[in-house]
């Protein structure tokens, strides 16, 4: 599986504060479709070489999660801002139980190459 490109100037300068000010502005839940639509409805405007895919637009929001930008908070319906300690714990305990779950799915996958299998052996 590819790898994302890191982000680029443009994506980063340009795209990232439109996403943030995007979330300030609708005051609601976006989903990452939603906010490529409307990225992409700037292409020209940011500088845009290719129209925004989710992918990237997670990989943005983590950069703005990790360098404490903005408190974006998320629901399985999408991205939105809030200056609410209850919704950014939510956001936290949801983050952290998402790396305790990837995290045993790993663990199981290294114990098949240890030559640990189950019934549906291969």
């Known amino acids: ?3 994302l ?3 680029t100037y443009n994506l980063r ?4 504060p439109e996403i943030i000010d995007y979330l300030k502005r609708s005051g609601k839940v976006q989903s990452s479709i939603d906010i490529c639509e409307h ?11 290719k129209p925004l895919k989710p992918s990237y637009v997670r990989k943005i ?11 974006i908070c998320s ?6 801002i809030s200056y609410k300690k209850e919704d950014i714990f939510k956001t936290t305990r949801s983050l952290e139980e998402r790396i305790e779950s990837i995290k045993m799915a790993s663990e199981g ?3 098949m190459l240890n030559g640990h299998y189950t019934l549906y052996d291969f």
């Open 5 to 7: 490109k890191p982000l």
């Open 109 to 111: 996958l290294r114990r």
């Open 61 to 71: 929001i983590n950069e703005i999660r990790t360098l404490a930008e903005a408190p």
């Open 1 to 3: 599986m590819a790898q």
């Open 75 to 80: 629901t399985s319906r999408g991205y939105y």
């Open 39 to 49: 990225i992409n409805s700037m292409a020209e405007e940011l500088q845009l070489e």
């Open 13 to 16: 300068h340009f795209v990232k």
